[in-house]
Structure formats: C-alpha cells, structure tokens
Nanobody, 124 residues
C-alpha cells in the first residue's frame, strides 16, 4: 500500500510563491513517475506537472510553464512543486499522484495512488 501526504498549501497574494511537498510511504517510490494535479470548485481535476522516475524528464501544463517547477528527491521519497508568480486562477486543491509507469503523462488514468490534497488560495 502506498500513501501520499501533501503539505505546503496556504493563502498567498498574487505574485507570491508556495512550495508544495508530497511525501510517500512504501518502498517503490523511486521506480515510478510522480505527478501534480489540481481541482478548482466545480471543475474537473486537471494535470499540472509530472516528473519521470529518475527526474530527468518533466512535463507541464501550458498555463504553468515558466512559473512552476516539479522536482523529486528519491532518497527522501518526496516530490515538490515550486510555484512562483502565482495568479488567482491557480486557486485549487492540489493533489500529488503516483504514476503507473516510470514516465507517466497527463491523464488521470495514468496514476494509481493519490494524496488527500492541499488547498492553495491566491488572493488578487
């Protein structure tokens, strides 16, 4: 069984920064891709970023490119999402997820374990 626990969410003003963390339990963290998704009220869960098992490949949703950076520390079983230049439209619950492959993409179906989510609220 894999458990994912997110932290680092909060309320910040537009233009500010937050760093989300997601720590995993279990022994196979380093073998799988990891991803971040977000879900705003009344909207579907959407892809934000993903990172391959080794950390050498990353992918981003267009609206966050250049502002968000995904990274991982396999020895700490942790994946991060550094979010800069935050905008009110970034407001959502952010979820981390474990990919079912070593390199997983944008689809929710490519991820099997999910965290409980952390709220990010950006004020204008």
């Amino acid at each position: 069984q894999v458990q994912l626990v997110e932290s680092g969410g909060g309320l910040v003003q537009a233009g500010g920064s937050l760093r989300l963390s997601c720590t995993a339990s279990g022994r196979t963290f380093s073998s799988y891709a990891m991803g971040w998704f977000r879900q705003a009220p009344g909207q579907e869960r959407e892809f934000v970023a993903s990172i391959s098992w080794s950390g050498d490949r990353t992918e981003y949703e267009d609206s966050v490119k250049g502002r968000f950076t995904i990274s991982r520390a396999n020895a700490k079983m942790t994946v991060y999402l550094q979010m800069n230049s935050l905008k009110p439209e970034d407001t959502a619950v952010y979820y981390c997820a474990r990919g079912i492959y070593a390199l997983s993409g944008r689809a929710v179906g490519e991820y099997d374990y999910w965290g409980q989510g952390t709220q990010v609220t950006i004020s204008s």
